[in-house]
């Protein structure tokens, strides 16, 4: 890992006294220290329209002060000069009302234990040719699939971030991360019909992630659902049993459950979740997590942009609601509580909070297959599209990308523009299999502005009962 001290050293930044100014007369101040950057090339229409390089580096700095309510005051910068930090500072110190008086504290660097599976090579060392290159590839297999397809685009994104955290707790610690996705978008066109398919792949990952996914893979299935949908039949509506497979990604357990259990929600009241710990709020066979431990995935890190280690908090065990996702903040707020490692930012330009990274509902003791011989009719869904919930009452729209009739305990033809609607908290009771298996998808994360890199993951479920819009019977 870089040695990020030294990097504000060299510019005569003094982080203690920085800490000092900042926090004015208030109970806390933080320092966030980034260095970024990343890479963007877009292929369409068989050619690279963009390549865009950037590098970005700056450093934000907040104080929370008052009472209970914990007031903050932030502010941020991208001159690394010691006179402009020290303004920023003093700046954000002046909103707390005041300066107190003391001497600045004693940071020492803690390096935390790097997992192996975080020893990948940046990828802003690989050439951007190389990864140009992967675009041309999946665009060539997308157009070879099927001579219905009229339009290929082809997303490659990538980010490094180092970071620093400091604090007047006499924190410092820092963080090196990778992000990667890879996004191919196909539209095919047939019988007087337009339909498009999608797929992204991608984590905390190098070039390594096209050894276990070749490009030909991703553009192929993205352009398997774009045809197979020109000829599917519209999706019955009506209320029936459906199946969500754990290809369909984590569509579900993020927005129908993970926004409600975030801590800031909740303590507003702004969750179905509100005041309901230790409350039986799903099924027996539903466990949720949020775990930023994981290896190799989107939403993993070693400390979250407070600077508290990565960790794995039960959310929901066995249908008991445990916890909510916890930022410095919403724990000050509540009086009460302990930091679970989510308190996020999009970059130095913004304040922390609380954010899902990788959340999954864990795998059942049921095979897959038997989840679907078990139920005579209902719809299967391969794979969710995008979806929206409202956090205060749990109620949900989603929309299903690839889903198929189960017919005789069988999954039978496909059919397109099924949408689930429904209640998250009443659907989380009425799951009545879990299966054996996992699937992830990989997202980012909107919230205030702000998007974080996540991941998330199912087993096999099956909902008894739910509302599909689709065709009128």
């Not at 066109?189 to 792949?201: H, L, N, Q, S």
């Amino acid at each position: 890992m870089t040695d990020l001290p030294r990097r504000l050293e060299s510019r005569h930044v003094d982080v203690p006294d920085l800490l000092v100014l900042a926090r004015g007369s208030g109970a806390f101040s933080e320092m966030f220290y980034e260095r970024s950057s990343s890479t963007l090339c877009l292929l369409e229409d068989r050619r690279v329209e963009k390549v865009i390089v950037g590098l970005d580096e700056g450093i934000g700095l907040r104080a929370i002060f008052g009472d209970k309510a914990g007031r903050t005051s932030y502010g941020f910068t991208n001159d690394l000069s010691a006179e402009a930090a020290a303004r920023l500072a003093r700046s954000v110190g002046a909103a707390t009302g005041g300066r107190g008086e003391e001497e600045p504290p004693e940071l020492a660097l803690i390096r935390p234990q790097i997992p192996p599976w975080t020893n990948i090579e940046p990828l802003e060392r690989t050439a951007v040719s190389a990864k140009v290159a992967l675009l041309k590839r999946a665009d060539e297999a997308a157009r070879a699939f099927d001579g219905r397809i009229r339009q290929v685009k082809v997303v490659w994104r990538d980010r490094t971030q180092e970071v620093l955290i400091a604090n007047s707790d006499r924190l410092l610690i820092a963080d090196e991360r990778l992000a990667l996705v890879f996004m191919v978008q196909v539209v095919a066109e047939g019988g007087g019909r337009i339909e498009t398919g999608y797929e992204a792949v991608g984590g905390f990952r190098g070039m390594d992630l096209f050894t276990e996914t070749p490009p030909e893979q991703v553009a192929e299935t993205a352009a398997r659902r774009a045809v197979q949908n020109l000829t599917a039949r519209r999706a019955p509506g009506g209320t029936m049993a459906v199946v969500l497979s754990a290809e369909a990604g984590g569509t579900m357990v993020h927005e129908a459950v993970g926004h409600g259990l975030e801590a800031d929600l909740a303590g507003e009241g702004l969750s179905v979740y509100t005041g309901r710990i230790g409350e039986k709020v799903a099924s027996p066979l539903v466990t949720v997590l949020d775990d930023a431990t994981l290896p190799g995935r989107r939403g993993s890190f070693l400390v979250d942009d407070e600077g508290t280690p990565s960790q794995a908090t039960v959310l929901i065990e066995e249908g008991i609601l445990r916890r909510y996702m916890t930022d410095r903040l919403s724990v000050l707020k509540a009086g009460a509580g302990e930091l679970t490692g989510n308190g996020r930012r999009e970059s130095y330009r913004h304040k922390p909070i609380p954010r899902m990274t990788n959340t999954l509902i864990t795998s059942g003791k049921t095979p897959p297959e038997d989840i679907i011989r078990a139920t005579p009719k209902g719809l299967f869904v391969r794979k969710m599209g995008g979806g929206q919930v409202d956090t205060v009452n749990g109620d949900f729209v989603f929309e299903v990308s690839e889903g198929y009739l189960i017919e005789n305990g069988a999954v039978g033809e496909p059919v397109r523009g099924a949408i689930l609607t429904g209640n998250g908290p009443k659907i989380l009771q009425l799951i009545d299999l879990v299966g054996s298996d996992l699937g992830w998808s990989i997202g980012t994360c909107g919230k205030d502005s702000q998007g974080s890199p996540v991941s998330d993951a199912q087993p096999t479920l099956r909902i008894p009962e739910i509302v599909v819009g689709g065709e009128a019977k």
